[in-house]
């Protein structure tokens, strides 16, 4: 069974600097997508970025990009230029890319706060 | 589209009674999912379906949760009789097979049994 670790229970950023928040991953699969999902107080689930394992280019949006080291099972998501609308609560999540498993995986998340 | 939808939004039970939650899946998606989070045991997968048929139901806790998906367009999750524990938000979300693998998640119902 594929396993998400976040080993960061909380981080804390200064207003429009730079974050990186921690993700690993165990599977024995070859083909897999991650994610990093995005929850607010609000509780929406928000998707902020995903990354196909096949792809070696690291995934970017905007002020978000991510560090994908496939050998090392590992993805963090670097947050550039924070704002204040960044603070959260940060889950990485993986969806294996065979047909018949569709369950995605969540780690247990990073709360992210923004120092103004 | 309207996303995928939940009602309601909050659920104050008393223990015993019995809860209902539905949701409404974005159009066109053949995956629907069923997800609990709590604190404790952070978010777990309850169930999901792919066209209407449930696939795998290995996270629902006990016989007193069941879920259904009567259409494509609607699925409840009910647990008889509710317990405190039972607290908590259960989400939905919808995807479409081949559409990026991207999942779409409701707003949730945060279920408070007392």
């Known amino acids: 069974a594929q396993t998400v670790t976040q080993s960061q229970p909380e981080m804390s950023v200064q207003e429009a600097e730079t974050v990186t928040l921690s993700c690993t991953y165990d599977t024995s699969e070859s083909d897999y997508y991650l994610f990093w999902y995005k929850q607010p107080p609000s509780r929406q689930m928000i998707l902020v970025i995903r990354q196909e394992a096949y792809k070696q280019q690291n995934a970017t949006e905007n002020r978000f990009s991510v560090n994908f080291q496939k050998a090392a099972k590992s993805f963090s998501l670097k947050i550039s230029d924070s704002q204040l609308g960044d603070a959260a609560m940060y889950f990485c999540?993986?969806?294996?890319?065979?047909?018949?498993?569709?369950?995605?995986?969540f780690g247990t998340g990073t709360r992210l706060t923004i120092i103004p | 589209d309207a996303g995928v939808i939940q009602s309601p939004r909050h659920e104050v039970t008393e223990m015993g009674q019995e809860v209902t939650l539905r949701c409404k899946p974005i159009s066109g998606h053949d995956y629907l999912f069923w997800y609990r989070q709590t604190m404790m045991r952070g978010l777990e997968l309850l169930i999901y379906?792919?066209?209407?048929?449930?696939?795998?139901d290995s996270g629902m806790p006990e016989d007193r949760f069941s879920a259904k998906m009567p259409n494509a367009s609607f699925s409840t999750l009910k647990i008889q009789p509710s317990e405190p524990r039972d607290s908590a938000v259960y989400f939905c979300a919808s995807s479409l097979r081949g559409q990026e693998s991207v999942y779409t998640f409701g707003s949730g119902t945060r279920l408070t049994v007392v």
């Open positions: 999540a993986y969806r294996s890319a065979g047909f018949g498993n569709e369950k995605l995986t």
């Open positions: 379906f792919n066209n209407n048929v449930p696939i795998d």
